[in-house]
């Protein structure tokens, strides 16, 4: 039997040059048409994948699912299932969707009722999230930042190096792509005022990052290792932690972020598994000083995701304003779950974590426009001819992310969000 990955294997269904969704992908989703109600969903090409009705035919009889976890608004009682389970799952599905096997492709009946045209359906909340997570975990962005509002010469903190930084972010303004938002309000301190205002966010920017999915619980008291990690993390996803960086900027002393961060966060719809982005591994930089023992791993962590950044003025073109990798990460997925958990913290399927903002080496691979444009004194510009230092009402921000290598393209589809103006 072909695995589900390799590299060789060919679907049926049509997969366009360069598309997100291979049949080495198959990631996983909720969804919902005109006439139905939510349900998990997998992409393939430009279709998805009705799990529902594929169990409701016969195809997964030999996994003895109930239908209600297919039938369902979130896909946490399907990744409870457990990680073997969602590999014999994929590769099931793998087998069905495989140029070679008549069993669905030559059934035209059954075609008709399983897949969906992407324009055809509404993408939805993939999980449940009652946790989320915010790392600080990309020591060129840190590094930025530090030189920014800091010492450049000690840009970051004593202890950066030492441990993943995070702080707990509010999970119930996590949206999916496609989600409008208002400009959030709060208190600012111009720098030539004696006292703040209160008032919309003049310096809201996005932040470029990759969220992971718990898909195995623990019982308070339980710490997971580096080791154990990779058995915690069902999936990947895309992330825009959007900031208001002047309310961030009066209000983050003494404990950190709080109205500058809590009003929105995009997540894109496709949660990538992990098994589908183990071909991708890679090495990370060298971590110096050498970390704690409960911070070791071995073998390669990183994973090399391409990563890129669009802003579109409203009915304007779109501008590629960022160009980065997952790669460029200190801290790896394995390590931040290990920290988070190291104190008997318990953690529950579905939780997010994410990574923080990512930025690379070079000017391009920023991350943030607190970077891109430096603390508004280098303004990008648009080729409708306007500038940005900071996001203006209706623009757009489209995050997008993929792997490649032997021809094959691993995709997240895209994390998509819309400033509207402040209520």
Same mark, same amino acid.
């Given at each position: ?321 960022? %160009? ?15 920290? %988070? ?83």
């Amino acid at each position: 039997m072909i695995k589900a990955n390799d590299p060789s294997l060919t679907s049926w269904v049509d997969v366009p040059l360069n598309s997100d969704f291979p049949i080495q992908n198959l990631p996983f989703g909720i969804f919902k048409t005109q006439s139905s109600t939510p349900r998990v969903g997998i992409a393939i090409g430009n279709q998805v994948l009705d799990l529902l009705m594929l169990n409701k035919l016969g195809f997964l009889n030999d996994f003895k699912i109930d239908d209600s976890v297919f039938s369902n608004p979130y896909m946490n009682d399907f990744i409870a299932l457990g990680k073997s389970f969602c590999s014999l799952f994929r590769q099931r599905i793998s087998n069905l969707l495989n140029v070679s096997n008549p069993e669905l492709r030559g059934n035209k009946e059954a075609r008709f009722r399983v897949l969906h045209s992407m324009n055809n359906i509404q993408m939805l909340m993939p999980v449940q999230v009652r946790d989320y997570t915010d790392f600080y975990s990309s020591i060129d962005h840190a590094t930025n930042v530090g030189t920014m509002f800091r010492d450049p010469a000690n840009a970051l903190l004593p202890n950066w190096k030492h441990l993943p930084v995070g702080y707990h972010g509010r999970a119930s303004s996590i949206i999916v792509s496609g989600t409008p938002f208002h400009r959030p309000k709060g208190q600012t301190k111009p720098a030539d005022a004696e006292s703040p205002v209160f008032g919309p966010s003049k310096s809201l920017d996005f932040e470029l990052e990759v969220a992971f999915i718990i898909g195995k619980s623990t019982e308070l008291g339980k710490s997971v290792t580096t080791a154990e990690a990779d058995n915690y993390i069902f999936g990947l996803t895309l992330f825009n932690d959007w900031s208001a960086r002047d309310i961030q900027t009066w209000e983050y002393v003494p404990l950190g972020p709080f109205l500058a961060k809590n009003f929105a966060s995009t997540i894109s719809p496709w949660v990538v598994t992990l098994e589908a982005l183990e071909p991708f591994r890679t090495a990370g930089y060298q971590q110096e000083p050498k970390v704690l023992p409960y911070l070791e791993y071995t073998g390669e962590k990183n994973i090399d995701i391409h990563l890129e950044v669009v802003l579109q003025p409203e009915k304007g073109e779109e501008n590629l304003i960022c %160009h980065s990798n997952y790669k460029y990460m200190y801290w790896t997925m394995e390590q931040q779950l290990a920290h %988070h958990t190291c104190n008997g913290c318990n953690i529950n399927i579905g939780d997010l974590m994410a990574s923080g903002t990512i930025s690379g080496p070079t000017p391009e691979s920023y991350g943030s426009l607190l970077e891109l444009a430096w603390k508004g004194t280098k303004p990008l510009k648009l080729t409708d001819g306007s500038e940005r230092k900071f996001i203006l009402d209706n623009d757009t921000i489209i995050l997008r992310g993929y792997c490649e290598k032997n021809a094959i393209r691993i995709g997240f589809g895209e994390a998509r969000g819309k400033v509207l103006p402040a209520l």
